[in-house]
Nanobody
Framework: QVQLVESGGGLVQAGGSLRLSCAAS????????MGWFRQTPGKEREFVAG????????TYADSVKGRFTISRDNAKNTVYLQMNSLKPEDTAVYYC?????????????????WGQGTQVTVSS
């Protein structure tokens, strides 16, 4: 079992930055690829970014490429999402997820564990 707890969400003006953190309980955290997803009411959960177990491979949704950066610190059992140049359309609940695989997959169904989510609101 892996428990994931997100933090760092909040309200920010357009053009601002936030850094989300996701702390994992697993002693084998480094065995898991990690991902960030987001969801708005009435829409399906959307892939944002993924990172391999080692941190050596990352992948991003086109909508956030160049603005968001995913990273991880395996010594701290934590994955991060640095979000810059935020836009109102980035407003969503952001979830981190863990997948028992090497590379962070893009499909939500490929993830085994999920956090409870943290709200990000970007005002115009």
């Amino acid at each position: 079992q892996v428990q994931l707890v997100e933090s760092g969400g909040g309200l920010v003006q357009a053009g601002g930055s936030l850094r989300l953190s996701c702390a994992a309980s697993a002693r084998t955290f480094s065995n898991y690829a990690m991902g960030w997803f987001r969801q708005t009411p009435g829409k399906e959960r959307e892939f944002v970014a993924g990172i391999s177990w080692s941190g050596g491979f990352t992948t991003y949704a086109d909508s956030v490429k160049g603005r968001f950066t995913i990273s991880r610190d395996n010594a701290k059992n934590t994955v991060y999402l640095q979000m810059n140049s935020l836009k109102p359309e980035d407003t969503a609940v952001y979830y981190c997820a863990a997948a028992n695989t090497v590379v962070g997959p893009r499909r939500s169904r490929d993830y085994d564990y999920w956090g409870q989510g943290t709200q990000v609101t970007v005002s115009s």
